[in-house]
């Protein structure tokens, strides 16, 4: 029996911190900054959790009714948390205030738990015991939890289904504490439809979670959405209109298939093309493989390295019907190689060098990914960059978020690059910015042939910066502190308000 018991509590503390993991995830992926948004979900639980537990000395009778009682609620709330707050995010403008409200009620439900259970237990074991082995158990469930979550649960499950298992447990240690417990309760039976009647609904809930993702995404997406995932590091959404694909990450529209040639083409050849010297290239993000189809434009290119941090994105990009194409199957190129890993530790880790680097990572929209724009990052790259070569990174928006952009140029030029800031229009995006750095830059004398957009004589207008976007004072972004996520964050609010 005693073993039992404490596996409950094992149970009990990894349901608790799974739907702690959910919230935060999915704050930081709908709102973006995770550190804010993991830092007030774990400060606003843990407050409510004492509350919860302060609260359970008022509870004097009739402890293992409650206790089952408490289970039921727990995972009733906890385990459709993450559809609520999709729906919330989807259909209203109050998804905050309804996460906020979310994780104070499951805080404080599970901070009734554990005291209660222990009061419990209390004539069974010895006082010392007792406390030894709930604490142990306890953090032991939250061990497992934190590990199953990004390798297991989230990659294989999704948020919603995650949840509601999660929930479904809570409802199974309800039930079989009625059983544990039966001598101690007036009204099992009672109890046990209650527990019957929630593991139903939250059946119903798992079979319907399909649906659930569905809804959300249709109300978030102004197309049919015809694939979404969640991965370690993302949550990644791909949605057609007629022939248009776009691919969204964290909700961040990163193409659109009618004009992504635009991005792409300004991207890759204003710098490859003045280095018809060049052999080695390197792709740092730029998963979906775009860039890289532009690099195999160059047949005096002979290796081609992208490093792209999720695997489900390459792999998508590699095998799926309908998204390969876009990028005329470069991964199965032979002069290609893909590799997934974290970008910054992994270039930390090489000796060798490459002609040409395009860093194509997503817009600085947290401090994990604003990491990859701070002068930490850049002189590292500058090591790897030959001493003639050059690099490409994708810079923002200078019209949308100006302040970003400069502060980005600003970052290149303080790890010692030179570098050549241009922009250039694409249509789903507005102007977007790029900035080639190096030691020496010409326009090149000619592009390679089959561009469906940039001419030699366009290139210069590329350079050419309106009133409107021309260079404004910005800090460097620096890895201690990255000023850089807090101008993007206020740029954009602004721009939605």
């Known amino acids: 029996m005693a073993v039992v018991l404490f596996l409950s509590v094992l149970l009990i503390a990894a349901c608790g911190l799974i739907y702690e993991l959910i919230a935060g995830t999915l704050a930081s992926y709908l709102l973006g900054d995770s550190v804010l948004q993991f830092s007030t979900v774990i400060g606003t639980y843990l407050f409510a959790m004492g509350l919860g537990s302060a609260a359970s000395r008022y509870l004097g009778r009739s402890l293992v009714a409650r206790f089952v009682q408490i289970e039921l609620l727990v995972g009733l709330v906890g385990g459709f948390s993450s559809s609520v707050l999709f729906l919330a995010f989807a259909y209203t403008r109050s998804f905050e205030l309804a996460m906020y409200l979310m994780v104070v009620a499951i805080g404080v439900l599970v901070g009734l738990e554990i005291p209660l259970l222990m009061r419990i237990l209390e004539g069974r074991f010895k006082l010392r015991d007792l406390v030894s082995h709930v604490l142990t158990f306890d ?4 061990l497992a939890a934190s590990i199953a979550f990004p390798i297991w649960l989230v990659p294989k499950l999704g948020l919603v289904r995650a949840a509601i298992l999660f929930g479904m447990i809570n409802a199974a240690v309800a039930l079989w504490s009625t059983f544990l417990f039966k001598d101690e309760l007036r009204s099992h039976w009672t109890l046990r439809a209650m527990c019957a009647a929630a593991l139903i609904a939250l059946g119903a809930g798992m079979v319907a979670s399909n649906w659930i993702s569905s809804a959300a995404d249709t109300q978030l997406f102004a197309d049919e959405v015809i694939f979404q995932r969640e991965t ?3 949550r990644i959404v791909i949605t057609r209109w007629k ?9 961040h ?5 009618r004009d992504e040639y635009r991005y792409h083409e300004a991207l890759v050849h204003p710098g490859l093309s003045s280095l018809p010297w060049a052999r080695r290239a390197l792709v740092l993000g730029g998963g979906d493989g775009l860039a890289v189809r532009e690099l195999l434009k160059y047949p005096n290119l ?3 390295t992208l490093v792209d941090l999720d695997p489900e994105m390459t792999k998508l990009f590699t095998e799926n019907p309908l998204l390969a194409p ?6 199965r190129n032979p002069r290609v190689h893909v590799i997934n890993a974290d970008a910054f530790a992994w270039l930390d880790n090489q000796t060798e060098s490459w002609d040409f680097v395009v860093v194509d990572f997503p817009d600085p929209t947290s401090y994990s990914l604003g990491k990859l724009y701070t002068t930490a990052f850049y002189r590292l790259l500058r090591k790897r960059v030959s001493e003639n070569g050059l690099t490409v990174i994708q810079s923002t928006s200078p019209m949308f978020s100006r302040q970003s952009y400069w502060c980005i140029v600003k970052t290149l030029q303080q790890a010692g690059f030179h570098t050549w800031p241009y922009h250039v229009y694409v249509p789903s995006f507005g102007e977007w910015g790029f900035t080639l750095a ?3 830059w010409e326009p090149p004398p000619s592009l390679p042939p089959g561009l469906r957009f940039l001419t030699v004589s366009q290139i210069p207008e590329l350079f050419d910066f309106p009133e409107d976007m021309k260079p404004v004072e910005a800090e460097v972004n620096r890895l201690n502190d990255q000023i850089l996520v807090r101008y993007y964050e206020k740029e954009w609010k602004d721009i939605a308000r």
């Open 438 to 440: 190096g030691n020496a």
């Open 302 to 304: 002979q290796s081609i």
């Open 232 to 234: 370690r590091y993302q």
């Open 139 to 142: 953090y032991l469930g939250a």
């Open 253 to 257: 529209l990163q193409f659109s298939s």
């Open 326 to 331: 876009l990028n005329d199957h470069s991964f």
């Open 243 to 251: 022939d248009d694909l776009r691919l969204f990450l964290n909700a």
